[in-house]
């Protein structure tokens, strides 16, 4: 398959490239922002790329499901992410008031009037309302002017997402619940509905389209509520159709690699970044972000499952990354109270525990790098609490922050990941210990990337 080839060129031009494109994506794992320290909170979220920066606009739910804030984070690489604003936050009453559903931020830039425009699923919390919502702002991540809310064409609409053409032609995507999924044309202001394009019979959710090698595809999932399902694309040359049968785009009954697909992001011709969430309903903050390349065939589009990858914005082509050394958290030099505990989950049946705290336990690990570069260093970690919790990582003497979302317990581990200088050779060290008197997280391993 043409997908092999493409990986191993792009091994091999990432390898030319050197330390250029080494940082990896890791689906699942808790990601923390640059400049907060704490997990990106950007749910159901949208990519609106400008002069090289890609802007991630979604929810925040750091308080759970009722809208706090519309969040935009920013990154130049898509792997370190940096927050840059609250386009819209929580009002005292209204559409954006206490207890409301806001969900599925989508920005497009309408050139005719140089604004920024966001659609938004708009809701009371029993979901009956069934609106949009638009917002506007003169630049990404600025304020956004709430301008109202509205039923499309006077249909129910609630998750969406939007659709800007070649010719600058936009559409909305809406999810009618009594008549099924709806292509509508936005006026030449994107501001309203003029028509209606499209409409599946199926209910289908979260849509999202890429258009490439002379087709549309449009994405979304089956009605689950928050659970995951496997996730369908249809396809057609034409936004009016006919549009093919859906299909799965994932291994079957893995449910799209549990998660729910947000958005595509287009990367090179044949290749797309394929952009979900994996909910955690119990504890919404929690939820993580599936990201996967996304190969095209013809009309057939496949997601691979993979717990990492490159990406490489230069060239828009991914590669796999390097291999990998794994480090035991129990192994590594615990002192001021920081002891191996069990943990039945994790390798070896221990990870290192009692890190920060009273005593300000700390364990220190020494690592081996091939080169000196800037690597994505993985930990494996436990943290049976219901909030974050957060380590001070010292890597050859540079501090970094580095939040812990909660894992399902204290027996089954999370990954988190932190974007870190390593130099050639054994003698870097890496130090786990408490950033703010709290425990850190329970590390069972420390994967570091041989190069
Ligand atoms: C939006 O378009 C609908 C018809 O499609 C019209 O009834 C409505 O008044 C328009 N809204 C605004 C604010 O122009």
């Known amino acids: 398959m043409a997908s092999i080839s493409w990986q191993a060129v792009t091994r091999l031009l990432l390898a030319a490239a050197g330390c250029l494109a080494s940082l990896e994506v890791v689906p699942g794992a808790t990601w923390t922002a640059t400049n907060t320290g704490s997990h990106?909170?950007?749910?159901?979220?949208?990519?609106v790329k400008e002069s090289g920066t890609f802007y991630m606009i979604g929810e925040d739910k750091t308080l759970g499901s009722a809208f706090q804030n519309i969040n935009c984070y920013s990154s130049t690489n898509l792997v370190e992410w940096t927050f840059e604003n609250a386009l819209l936050t929580r009002q005292s009453e209204g559409d954006l008031g206490p207890d409301r559903v806001v969900e599925r931020p989508k920005v497009l830039y309408?050139?005719?009037?140089?604004?920024?425009?966001?659609?938004?699923?708009?809701d009371d919390s029993n979901y009956g309302e069934a609106k949009v919502g638009v917002a506007t702002s003169d630049t990404v991540c600025g304020d956004y002017t709430y301008l109202g809310s509205y039923r499309p064409l006077g249909f129910e609409s609630r998750d969406i997402g939007l659709f800007k053409d070649d010719d600058g032609t936009a559409y909305l995507l809406t999810e009618d619940r009594p008549n099924g999924l709806r292509i509508d044309a936005l006026s030449d202001d994107y501001l309203n509905t003029t028509e209606n394009v499209y409409t599946w019979e199926e209910n289908i959710e979260?849509?999202?389209?890429?258009k490439t090698n002379g087709y549309?595809?449009?994405?979304?999932?089956?009605?689950?509520?928050w659970n995951p399902n496997d996730n369908l694309y249809s396809y057609a040359e034409s936004l009016a159709g006919p549009w093919s049968a859906w299909a799965e785009f994932a291994d079957d009954g893995s449910n799209t690699y549990h998660s729910q697909v947000s958005f595509v992001l287009p990367w090179g011709d044949s290749s797309a970044i394929y952009m979900g969430d994996r909910?955690?309903?119990s504890n919404l903050m929690r939820s993580t972000y599936v990201w996967l390349p996304l190969e095209l065939e013809g009309s057939s589009v496949w997601l691979t499952n993979?717990?990492?990858?490159?990406?490489?914005?230069?060239?828009?082509?991914?590669?796999?990354?390097p291999t990998e050394t794994q480090y035991e958290g129990e192994d590594a030099t615990l002192s001021n109270g920081a002891a191996a505990v069990g943990c039945s989950?994790?390798?070896?049946?221990l990870a290192a525990g009692y890190l920060g705290g009273g005593g300000a336990g700390r364990m220190e690990l020494g690592v081996r790098s091939e080169e000196t570069t800037k690597t994505t260093v993985r930990f494996r970690y436990t943290n049976g609490d219901t909030s974050e919790r957060y380590g001070l990582v010292t890597v050859n003497g540079v501090e970094h922050e580095v939040a812990f979302l909660p894992t399902q317990n204290g027996q089954t581990p999370g990954s988190a990941v932190l974007h870190c200088d390593l130099a050639?050779?054994?003698?870097?060290?890496?130090?786990?210990?408490?950033?703010?008197?709290?425990?850190?997280?329970?590390?069972d391993q420390v994967i570091v990337p041989e190069k």
Do not use: K
């Not at 309408?110 to 708009?122: K, Q």
């Not at 549309?216 to 509520?225: A, D």
């Not at 993979?306 to 991914?318: A, F, L, M, T």
């Not at 050639?424 to 329970?442: K, P, Q, R, S």
């Open 216 to 225: 549309y595809f449009m994405f979304g999932s089956q009605l689950t509520g």
């Open 40 to 47: 990106v909170q950007a749910h159901g979220a949208g990519i």
């Open 424 to 443: 050639a050779g054994d003698g870097n060290t890496v130090v786990v210990e408490t950033l703010d008197g709290g425990y850190a997280a329970d590390i």
């Open 110 to 122: 309408n050139e005719a009037t140089s604004t920024y425009v966001m659609y938004l699923h708009i």
């Open 306 to 321: 993979r717990g990492r990858w490159v990406p490489d914005v230069e060239s828009r082509r991914w590669g796999v990354g």
């Open 279 to 281: 909910w955690q309903p």
């Open 206 to 210: 979260s849509p999202t389209i890429w």
């Open 345 to 349: 989950g994790c390798s070896g049946g």
